[in-house]
């Protein structure tokens, strides 16, 4: 009964930490503790396909960028599967860089991994700061003239 106690207890302090203990809720998508919407894992479809848009974008010049940021939202989108109750800030930060894979298979460029990495952290921060719900219009259909530019 013990170890069940501290257990219960180790869960608790450890969502609390990360800001998903029961009270709370992820602001960044409409992600409620609990059982895992349609509408949470789109939310976190879209940002991590924002994510990976980001790193291709600005890595646009080298021949890797399409599969790195085609490879980076998949990644993305597995942890999102596995932790549906992260938040979406962790979740953009912690996801596996294709990097080492991409730049190994399909690169000769010596600044491949330097230059992906530094594109992943534009991907995280893609991801983690794109508004949701992105409402430009009083019916809340957005158009891209009035989205934020997140790969800034």
Known sequence: MANR?????????????????????DQNCPCPYGPVTKVCLEC??????IGGSALT?????EQWA????????ENC????????HSSTEMICSTTVTPCAAICASRSKDANCPSRCAENVGRA???????????????????????LPDVFT
Request: net charge positive.
């Open 57 to 61: 974008k600005w890595a646009a010049a």
């Open 77 to 84: 989108e597995s942890l999102t599967r596995s932790n549906p």
């Open 44 to 49: 976190r479809r879209v940002r991590c396909s």
């Open 124 to 146: 995280a921060h893609a991801c983690a700061t794109f508004p949701w719900p992105a409402r430009s219009k009083p019916v809340g259909v957005a158009t891209e003239e009035n």
């Open 66 to 73: 399409t599969e790195a940021g085609k490879k980076w939202a």
């Open 5 to 25: 106690a501290w257990a219960i207890v180790v869960f608790l302090l450890t969502d609390q930490a990360l800001g998903q203990g029961p009270s709370t809720r």
